[in-house]
């Protein structure tokens, strides 16, 4: 790659002028986004650090796909830090070829970032650009098709796009075991631990899989302590938490434990749309918003469903010859016109404010109305905030209830319900309500 960037400067400048300042620019590293090259002497470092710096930073950036910071470095600087990258281009015989087994459509570009993933995301990406010196392991868990096997190869494709030196294995907890079945069968174990051990990476994906095989826990048991000492990366991704994976041994289950755990949620409103919006794209299908609104209130957690509905209907769109419309959406999924397209979220309009508001107006504290107070005025305050809350805010019932210390959404539901009942025969609460509606939609039109 630095070659191409050089062959891009080249283009750029006059040849007299890359031959006395380019020609003897060599890679020392890249690491962690610093691209460090080594100049013949401070002359030539000065010269260009003076005068290149922006152009090499933006053809690098180019040719990386990513912003780079350059460094240059003088001959002695270079040779004295530890240069893994270097010495393995140099004088080591080249490691032998493992295939990695990535995906490249995986990658964190192609991936949406949303309240629910925000966490798993941020330290997949403090992984990637520090593989073994930030979280090991790290251990990303959560429901099926919510992106688990997508962070978990977007690290792995990071890093070799970035330190193509290091290698990486992906790998699913059932293909490790069938392999080292084989391995078993066939009196290959060297070669088995070989493989798996010197890897700089490690993504073992569906670890739960592990689950009751107690001959491939031991394995892994080894091959997890060899790379752990060895500062090399590993990767794990499950449907549960550790302490949920059943017939796992405790040795085990505490390594699980020893990095970070990051889970996945389900996605909210907004992070559905966002996804929708994304592959409409990607896939060039015309797509007016509100059919994506619709899509995101039908298909509520599964991403690769959600995937899936936009791929289906654009097949029956061309199949019909009809255009991809909200009609078109009801027909395919057999849902009639009552089904309403959910509205997002106002996040303009923080659940505080709501809370703020309906307080004053009962004459209670903000404490009070997130205690588990059954009192009849504290009660009602807080039955109408999380009714508001519901109505004017749009939030999701676990969203409400967590902002209301409740570990249990279905008293969200509840309290809606009761409020609905209530406006109906009580007028004097009516109002009320009425009024504070009035109000909270004056907070969001200021907004
Ligand atoms: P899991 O491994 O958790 O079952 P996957 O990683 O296989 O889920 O994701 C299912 C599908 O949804 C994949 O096609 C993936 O690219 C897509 N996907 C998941 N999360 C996101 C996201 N945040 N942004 C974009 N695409 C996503
Ligand atoms: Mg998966």
Known sequence: LWEKCLNEIKKEIKPQLFKTWFQDLKVVSLE????????????????LEKHYLPLIKEIAAKEFRKYVDVEILLPE?????????????????KKKEIESNLNPRYTFE??????????AHAAAMAVAENPGRSYNPLFI???????????????GNFIKRMMPSKTVVYVTTESFMNEL?????????????????????LLVDDIQFISGKDRTQIEFFHTFN????????????????PK????????????FEWGLIADIQPPDFETRIAILRRKAEAEGIDVDDNVLKLIATIIKSNIRQLEGALIKLKAKAS????????????????????????????????????????????????????????????????QVAMYLARKVGNYSFPKIAAAFNRNDHTTVMHAVSKIEDLRETNQELNQIILELEERLNAIISRT
């Not at 060899?226 to 938490?241: E, F, M």
């Not at 395919?332 to 996040?347: A, G, H, L, Q, Y």
């Open 32 to 47: 962690s986004n610093t691209l460090k090259l080594k100049a013949k002497d401070r002359i030539v470092k000065e010269y």
């Open 77 to 93: 600087e270079a040779h004295k830090p530890l240069q893994p990258e270097l010495n393995l281009f140099k004088g080591l015989p």
């Open 110 to 119: 192609n991936f949406v970032v949303g309240s629910s993933n925000q966490f």
């Open 141 to 155: 868990y959560g429901g099926v098709g919510l992106g688990k096997t997508h962070l978990m190869q977007a690290i």
């Open 181 to 201: 079945i084989d391995a078993l069968r066939n009196d290959r174990m060297v070669q088995f631990r070989e493989k798996y051990r010197t890897v700089d990476v």
């Open 226 to 241: 060899a790379l752990y000492d060895a500062g090399k990366q590993i990767v794990l991704t499950s449907d549960r938490p």
């Open 244 to 255: 949920d994976i059943p017939t796992l041994t405790d040795r085990l289950r505490s390594r």
């Open 319 to 382: 199949l019909e010859g009809r255009p991809i419309d909200e009609e078109l959406v009801r027909d395919m999924f057999s849902i009639d016109s009552s089904v309403k397209v959910e509205n997002p979220t106002r996040s303009d309009l923080p659940i505080d404010e709501i809370k703020e508001l309906v307080c004053k107006k009962f004459d209670v504290t903000i404490e009070q109305i997130e205690s588990s107070s059954r009192k009849k005025q504290i009660a009602l305050a807080r």
